[in-house]
Structures are given as C-alpha cells and as structure tokens.
C-alpha cells in the first residue's frame, strides 16, 4: 500500500517507516513517529503537551478526530490573569502578562493529553502493541542522538519580542539546564544529546500502560513537582484527564471533500481560507 509519512525529524520518520515494513497500519507508524518526534524535538512536542489525530477509515469512509489537547488545571480561574494583563504580543499568538508567568515556567504548563491520545489512538485503529510503539523512542533517549543544525539553530533563534528567547527558555528549570547545556554552555552541533529520565519515563509507561502517567507514580510526581513550585496541575487533574473521540468539521472545494478537526484547533479558519 502506498504511504506517506511526514515529520520535521528524519529519525523519526524512518521508526515510523519501519512500522510498516513490518506490516503496521497508519495508526500504529502515526504513534511510533509521535513518540520519536518527542524526542527527537524537544522543544516542540512531547508527552507533556498534547494535540489531535485525524483518522479516515477506508473501509467505512467515516473520519473521527481524537482529541487530546491540554487542558488547564482547576486552580486556573478566568479572572486571575486580568491583574497581570499587560499587552497582546507582538506576534499576535499570545499574551503578555507580569513575569512572563504564561510563557515560560511551571504556571504556563497544562494538563498534558499527549499520552492519553496516542494511546487512544493505538486502542481503537492500531494493531501492534503499546511497547512496540514506544520502544524506537526509549533508544533514542536512552541512547542519546547528535544535536542537529536545526536542533541547535531552534535555540539560539529569535521567537517574538515579546517570548521568552530560547536559549534562557530551555534553562529555565535546574534539571532542563543540565539536560541541555554543559554548565550553561548550549550543546554544540554534533554532540550527544541523552535523554536518560526521558527514557525511564517511557520504559514505565511502555511496562504499566498510558493511566500510569495520570494515575501512578508518575502521576504523584508530576503533581508534586509542579504544586511545590506554583503550579496548577494536581493529582485529581491528571486522573480526570480523558482523550475524546469527535466528528471533524465538514466542508468542499472544487468537488473534492475537505475535513479538518473543529476549536480549539485550528480547522475552523482552514476551511474558510
């Protein structure tokens, strides 16, 4: 069968290639590259955000979204940010509040549906196993990988005026500073990038299942860091956190047929343009 897989990190579509080699669906090399692109990409995407998955199934012709964006903690209220209001951001994507706090930090983190998604995903259309799907990417933390040009380019780049740059961003926290600096000197290009609690993380969710991130000993972590530095995601956040299945918006172009998932992601304006 033809396919196409397509994703910014070439080891990432390749993990995703070698899913159908082996006989994989679209789902099951959908889930591996994601996990792989976590890695890979750690600035971009990961376990501990969140997105959407598009699915048609040929057979039926029906298309489900599955949606598992982040969701904000039950500490958030509505009213807490007006105080703090500063501007709208140059860029016209965000805000500008005192301290940055929504930008960079433990108080600009949400409830992460990444897991939940992929996992979703993987139940209702893959046909390999959960381990399988994670493993190419516990190698790649575990085993590490050289920093790319594009890897190394994405932190010392400019983002908006108003945005954190990232070459501070990714210092922000004692433990990203180690990750991905030596002593405060950014990795260079070419050296090796490991990713060693990254992979622990993964091995655990690949041994006792997705919940183990909303409601193990991941879980307690995760809520313990963040509520001992002002942050707003709690243990009964991560356990209510469910991934849902719903239908995309529907329109047509010339003829043809034309799906995209609805608010709050961006499918909406796409059919209008």
Not at 65 to 81: C, D, L, N
Not at 186 to 194: A, F, H, I, N, Q
């Amino acid at each position: 069968m033809p396919a196409m897989i397509v994703c910014p990190q070439p080891l990432a579509a390749e993990a995703g290639l070698e899913v159908l080699r082996r006989g994989g669906n679209a789902v099951d090399a959908a889930v591996t590259t994601a996990f792989c692109q976590g890695v890979l990409d750690p600035q971009m995407c990961g376990i501990g955000g969140g997105g959407m998955l598009l699915v048609h199934l040929s057979a039926t012709r029906a298309t489900e979204v599955i949606e598992f964006h982040p969701r904000a903690g039950g500490q958030v209220r509505t009213e807490m940010w007006e105080p703090i209001f500063l501007k709208e951001a140059a860029d016209r994507y965000n805000y500008v509040v005192e301290g940055g706090v929504n930008d960079a930090g433990y108080q600009s983190v949400a409830v992460p549906g990444t897991v939940a998604g992929l996992a979703l995903a993987l139940d209702r259309h893959g046909t390999i196993s959960w381990p399988d799907a994670i493993q190419p990417a516990i190698a790649f933390a575990e085993n590490g990988f050289a920093v790319t040009a594009g890897l190394r380019a994405s932190w010392t780049s400019e983002l908006s005026p108003d945005q954190l740059p990232m070459a501070q961003r990714i210092q922000v926290t004692p433990a990203a500073r180690a990750l991905y600096t030596n002593d405060g000197r950014l990795k260079e290009l070419g050296e090796p990038l490991v990713q060693a609690d990254y992979g622990r993380t993964l091995r655990s969710l690949a041994r006792d299942g997705a919940r183990a991130f909303y409601e193990g000993d991941i879980a307690e972590r995760i809520a313990a860091d963040f509520q001992s530095h002002g942050g707003f995601i709690s243990r009964s956040d991560l356990s209510g956190y469910r991934a849902e299945v719903g239908a995309p918006l529907e329109s047509t172009y010339r003829g043809l047929r034309v799906v995209a998932p609805a608010p709050p992601a961006g499918g909406l304006p796409l059919l209008q343009m």
